[in-house]
């Protein structure tokens, strides 16, 4: 997954390439830049418009093998046919991948996305210096989370865990995978002990992506603002779990002091608005739908909380993109955000032993932001220091290094 316009694995790999093209020759293998699979249309025209110095694209597509085992996924029926076609794709990345070294000199691979552990290719088997990740995908969903959703949801989170459980436990090739990797790198602390614990593996804990963006911050937002501005941004649907949130909306004391803005479609939108409706959230709600994507960013300037209450993350794009406008995030204390929202950068509520309790220990955590509200500032200003540690500058200089660490211990030089 490959795009200059797209976030989440699309923005990850498009900005390792933007930023590692600056000192390295690469050439890419990718397979898609928009929905379905082997659709590279929007970046291929990117790339005719504004060529990347030192940067080879190599489009791989879909067989007919892949493009039919990936039907069902696309019509919606079985969306775990996906992996079976990912995998017959990268049966034929890899077979690129061998042409290409037969021919011509790499110094190493590195496998930067998809950044879920359960497909782990076959560009280890060329015998060079392999680097992978950063991984994620081994969390599994908290129980207690699940109980609001829709029950189709709920059976799908359940047996995601069940066979996450299995899948991680007892992959052959990643076992085979990991055994011919150089470098791995995990995207959370939680995957990285996972892949300690279970495989025997160590890791550099590194989250997927990090800010392009400069960092500012408009501190006009704090002076005297009549209404508390708080951003939830991302896909309507169960996983992302904005019902959560709204939930422990209805138990928030000072609701005239807020204002929430909501951006993002998705299958769960209609019934979510209608929960707002029925709890008299509406009026302090505005339903934003789909944004371009700098429409959508541009309104962090004026927010004072970025909010996420998913059931199950790596570490996503938004909490980059609100940090550089020194918005801090509220989140559940999991996944990704466990580690990046610590030292006083955001608000990491407990997963408590029931969800009435995490409900209540959201609204309580708003609650006690908007008696102080001089917590606000103090929390943007945390937030911009950690931002510092979270650029691609910084991304850009660390995994140089690492590449010549390795390519240096590969030659019997360290």
């Given at each position: 997954?490959?795009?200059?316009?797209?976030?989440?694995?699309?923005?990850?790999?498009?900005?390792?390439?933007?930023y590692m093209s600056k000192r390295n020759d690469l050439v890419v293998?990718?397979?898609?830049?928009?929905?379905?699979?082997?659709n590279c249309k929007d970046t291929e025209e990117y790339i005719l418009k504004h060529p990347m110095p030192n940067v080879r694209f190599v489009p791989v597509y879909p067989d007919r093998w892949a493009n039919l085992l990936n039907?069902?996924?696309?019509?919606?029926?079985?969306?775990?046919?996906?992996?079976?076609?990912?995998?017959?794709?990268?049966?034929?990345?890899?077979?690129?991948a061998k042409e290409l070294v037969a021919k011509e000199h790499f110094d190493l691979v590195h496998y930067v996305g998809m950044i879920g552990y359960r497909e782990p290719g076959y560009l280890w088997k060329l015998g060079l210096p392999y680097v992978w990740g950063p991984v994620g995908g081994v969390n599994n969903t908290p129980r207690q989370l699940m109980e609001r959703m829709p029950w189709m949801s709920k059976v799908k989170h359940t047996f995601r865990s069940v066979a996450n459980t299995i899948q991680f436990h007892t992959k052959r090739r990643l076992?085979?995978?990991?055994?011919?990797?150089?470098?791995?790198?995990?995207?959370?602390?939680?995957?990285?002990?996972?892949?300690?614990?279970?495989?025997?593996?160590?890791?550099?804990?590194?989250?997927e992506n990090a800010i392009t963006a400069s960092i500012s911050l408009d501190e006009s937002k704090f002076d005297h603002p009549d209404k508390f501005r708080f951003m939830v941004v991302g896909t309507l649907d169960a996983r992302k779990s904005v019902g959560t949130f709204l939930e422990?909306?209805?138990?928030?004391?000072?609701?005239?002091?807020?204002?929430?803005?909501?951006?993002?479609?998705?299958?769960?939108?209609?019934?979510?608005?209608?929960?707002?409706?029925a709890q008299g959230l509406a009026e302090m709600i505005t339903w934003h739908g789909q944004l371009p994507r700098e429409k959508a960013v541009a309104l962090f300037r004026d927010a004072h909380l970025h909010v996420i209450t998913s059931v199950s993350e790596g570490n996503p794009t938004t909490i980059w993109e609100a940090m550089s406008y020194g918005v801090?995030?509220?989140?559940?204390?999991?996944?990704?955000m466990h580690d990046t929202l610590r030292d006083g950068a955001g608000v990491l509520v407990p997963i408590a032993p029931t969800y009435e309790e995490c409900v209540r220990g959201v609204a309580e955590h708003i609650?006690?932001?908007?008696?102080?509200?001089?917590?606000?500032?103090?929390?943007?200003?945390?937030?911009?220091?950690r931002a510092q540690e979270?650029?691609?500058?910084?991304?850009?200089?660390?995994?140089?290094?690492?590449?010549?660490?390795?390519?240096a211990m590969k030659r019997g030089e360290c």
């Open positions: 997954m490959l795009s200059p316009y797209k976030g989440s694995e699309y923005s990850v790999a498009w900005n390792y390439v933007s293998l990718y397979g898609n830049a928009d929905e379905p699979m082997g039907w069902p996924n696309r019509q919606g029926l079985f969306v775990y046919t996906f992996y079976y076609a990912y995998q017959v794709w990268q049966k034929l990345a890899y077979r690129k076992k085979k995978a990991l055994a011919a990797t150089d470098v791995l790198m995990t995207a959370t602390s939680e995957n990285q002990t996972r892949f300690k614990a279970v495989h025997h593996k160590d890791s550099i804990c590194l989250p422990a909306l209805t138990q928030v004391r000072h609701k005239d002091r807020l204002q929430v803005d909501i951006v993002g479609g998705g299958p769960l939108r209609d019934s979510l608005e209608q929960y707002a409706v801090p995030t509220l989140s559940f204390d999991h996944c990704g609650d006690a932001l908007l008696e102080q509200p001089e917590q606000f500032r103090q929390l943007a200003e945390a937030t911009l220091k979270y650029t691609w500058d910084k991304r850009e200089q660390f995994l140089n290094e690492l590449y010549d660490k390795l390519l």
